[in-house]
């Protein structure tokens, strides 16, 4: 079993994404979100083969096509966590924090070298 929370970003929908190996080849997994094209995907997407999700190329992964026919927003990273859940449950990716934190934005540099990443860290 594996239990994550994300926030969303600029739309402020949280996830809860719980999921559970059905047998040695199968997660099955549950949301909970106020987000209605989140919602809207899972009533009709609510497992996955484990091999095919992890050996296929991203655009290939039902997830991502799932994801493609209900979330409108391309940087939703919804589709994303439920893939980490497909890597942590199969043994792949030790479960720990994924992150993604804007560090500086000004509207016209980019971030910087990871040197400042690694001063702030």
């Known amino acids: 079993m594996a239990v ?3 926030k969303a970003g600029w739309c402020g ?4 994404i719980d999921a559970n190996k059905k047998d040695s080849d199968t997660m099955v997994f549950s949301l909970e979100t106020s987000c209605p094209y989140t919602m809207e995907m899972h009533k009709q997407f ?3 083969n484990i091999a095919e999700e992890l050996t296929n ?3 290939e992964t039902q ?4 994801a493609s026919q ?3 927003c391309v ?4 589709p994303s966590a439920i893939l980490k859940m497909v890597e942590v449950l199969s043994g792949s990716y030790r479960a ?6 804007f560090l500086h934005f000004n509207g016209s540099q980019p971030l910087g070298a990871m040197s400042k990443v690694k001063a702030i860290t």
């Open 75 to 78: 940087g939703c990273p919804v």
């Open 4 to 6: 994550c929370w994300l």
């Open 96 to 101: 720990e924090d994924t992150l993604i934190k």
């Open 46 to 48: 609510k497992e996955l």
């Open 70 to 72: 209900f979330i409108p």
């Open 13 to 16: 929908h949280e996830v809860v």
């Open 63 to 66: 997830t991502y096509k799932m």
């Open 57 to 59: 190329r991203l655009t």
